[in-house]
């Protein structure tokens, strides 16, 4: 029984994605063989090639010319945009988008096409990475050669972190249409290509990892390829579906079209129970956490405890082509606890299917040792929902009695045990850098949260970080229900007047989770009328808000980029496009030339 498991884009080509690395774990030193392909950086490594760049050009413009002659046979004064065919909604919109790009860049686009490699190179190379203007000229030369690899096939586009079609609807229909259509999806040729590579694994069990509606096109795309190809067992793994599971289970077509089966939730135990039932040594219906059609009927399994994480094999980077992916060093995701010690938090669903459990410190530096020794990996980003203040105070320790030497960043909530002293013993650990979440500048809106924190104290926890050479890294979010613009205008002025403990932060939306607490009572949080899923297949529901309408909210969300420009200047930690990236410059230079180097 050999068992492949295969990660999809759209997602950042900077470093493997723990699930598929950790799934891989599982099967050393088991009677079956599994390997790892990441498609993902695989194809953004094919598409930045000039010659792709170049021929996406040329065929942009052509639809163009090809879509101008056609639409005038079909168009008449009267018709409106809704009135058309998908079809041709699709085609009218990459007209448009493709009229866009060229007047807006006109020749730089050939030139973009000729510097793409190079740019790509400059990524991956120390000397070229960690000189701050020449990684701005990389990061916007690949994102314009993205969009120009997108013009085939707008109105989908493609970006580093980024896949965009403002035609799709998370819904079967509008999933199953833009799977199959090739005039919009960008990935059918690449994985038609891969096919080949693929079936020649001769694997008995294909999974594919879909961890965010990034990934579904794609996923499932490959997956339908397979489907007609092999008699393996195609199933689908990842987040994304695990939350909604419902919505699938109406869809038998679904497991006709693309898959045998999908794992949900967390897969280490489920994925290793696939594996024995494909090689004939129990049932199906032992393995669980999995949703299969058996005799027209969607039969989903018990769902179980996850594996705790001391129990789980080590992480395994075998078969990887470390070289493929956009950074000069690796950066290895981590985990040193799984699931949320706070849980309470009204508007948060990021544990949804977990079980807190904490990682044992032998178990995490014997991981962090082998990394370090087998791969060269010294930079480290522990994906945890929160770091707790005693474990960052063990883990400091450790770190610093084994004289490790490696750098790395997490989250974290801004409790008061992040005191002075043990942000500077982190730091001497290797910390570089907290991502906080400060969430709100409204009290009103930080209780109703429930974030369970003295908001007194908020920033006097930043400043320990601070002084003690903590890159801070602060979260905040507009459009709660209950938000006013008052309420939003105290956030905006907390981040622009407290620029010297607060380097950089990151601004979202609210959405509402299908799995938040806030929906058990949603008009104690803002929410007017009924809650609803505009569409079957997304995390989220729709909702009317007591507080601000969406004009407001998107003119909260200008205003707070303006403010905040005017406050932090144009300084490079708003350049640095992701994380790992910030994590990386951190090491190399230290949080105040960092945040103080200005364009």
Aim: charged content about 25%.
């Amino acid at each position: 029984m050999k068992a492949l498991f295969l990660f999809v884009p759209q997602w950042m080509p900077i470093s493997p994605h723990y699930s598929l690395a950790t799934l891989l774990g599982q099967f050393n030193d088991s009677p079956y063989k599994a390997s790892v392909i990441d498609l993902n950086s695989d194809f953004y490594n094919k598409i930045l090639k000039s010659n792709y760049v170049k021929n996406a050009l040329k065929v942009g413009k052509n639809k163009l010319e090809e879509i101008n002659s056609e639409f005038k046979k079909i168009h008449t004064p009267d018709k409106k945009f809704e009135d058309y065919s998908i079809e041709w909604q699709n085609k009218i919109a990459k007209s448009a988008l493709i009229k866009d790009l060229i007047s807006k860049y006109g020749k730089e686009l050939d030139k973009t096409a000729i510097l793409c490699e190079q740019a790509v190179k400059f990524l991956k190379s120390k000397e070229h990475f960690y000189n701050p203007k020449l990684y701005i000229n990389a990061i916007n030369t690949i994102s314009l050669a993205l969009e120009i690899c997108s013009m085939p096939y707008y109105p989908t586009k493609i970006g580093l972190v980024s896949y965009q079609n403002q035609m799709l609807k998370l819904n079967y229909e509008s999933i199953k249409y833009y799977v199959f259509d090739r005039e919009t999806n960008i990935f059918y040729d690449y994985l038609e290509e891969k096919l080949e590579d693929i079936l020649k694994e001769n694997a008995d069990y294909i999974g594919i990892s879909i961890n965010s509606s990034n990934q579904i096109i794609a996923g499932l795309t490959l997956a339908s390829m397979l489907k007609k190809k092999t008699k393996a067992h195609i199933s689908i793994g990842g987040n994304h579906f695990g939350r909604v599971k419902d919505s699938l289970e109406k869809y038998p077509e679904f497991f006709e079209l693309f898959c045998d089966s999908v794992c949900l939730e967390e897969g280490e135990i489920p994925v290793y129970k696939l594996a024995q039932h494909i090689a004939g040594e129990i049932p199906i219906e032992q393995v669980p956490n999995l949703m299969y059609k058996k005799d027209d009927k969607i039969i989903t399994n018990p769902i179980i405890e996850p594996l705790k994480l001391n129990d789980m094999k080590m992480a395994s980077l075998n078969g990887y082509k470390l070289d493929e992916y956009f950074t000069p060093e690796i950066i290895m995701p981590f985990q040193t606890s799984r699931g949320c010690y706070w849980r309470k938090c009204s508007f948060c669903d990021h544990d949804f299917g977990m079980h807190y459990n904490i990682k044992d410190l032998d178990k995490l530096i014997e991981q962090i040792k082998y990394f370090k020794n087998n791969y060269g990996i010294k930079n480290f980003e522990f994906i945890d929902e929160a770091i707790s203040p005693s474990y960052l105070r063990k883990m400091s320790e450790r770190l610093i009695k084994e004289d490790l030497n490696i750098s790395f960043f997490c989250d974290a909530r801004l409790e008061d045990g992040f005191d002075e002293e043990l942000m500077k013993l982190a730091h001497r650990a290797g910390l570089k850098m907290v991502l906080w979440g400060y969430e709100s500048g409204s009290e009103k809106i930080m209780k109703l949260i429930n974030k369970g924190i003295n908001i007194e104290n908020r920033l006097k926890i930043l400043k320990n970080s601070h002084d003690a050479g903590i890159f801070n890294f602060a979260f905040i979010f507009f459009g709660f229900p209950a938000e006013t613009k008052e309420d939003a205008l105290m956030t905006i002025k907390d981040i622009c007047e407290n620029t010297d403990v607060i380097n950089v932060y990151g601004k979202s939306v609210f959405t509402m989770g299908k799995h938040t607490k806030l929906r058990e009572a949603p008009e104690k949080y803002g929410v007017i009328g009924e809650t609803y899923q505009e569409a079957e297949f997304s995390p989220t529901y729709n909702y009317t808000a007591s507080g601000m309408t969406k004009i407001e909210l998107q003119e909260i969300i200008n205003l707070c980029s303006k403010k905040a420009f005017e406050a932090y200047g144009d300084t490079l930690p708003f350049h640095l496009l992701t994380r790992e990236y910030m994590l990386l410059y951190l090491t190399k230079y230290g949080t105040e030339i960092v945040c103080n180097y200005k364009f």
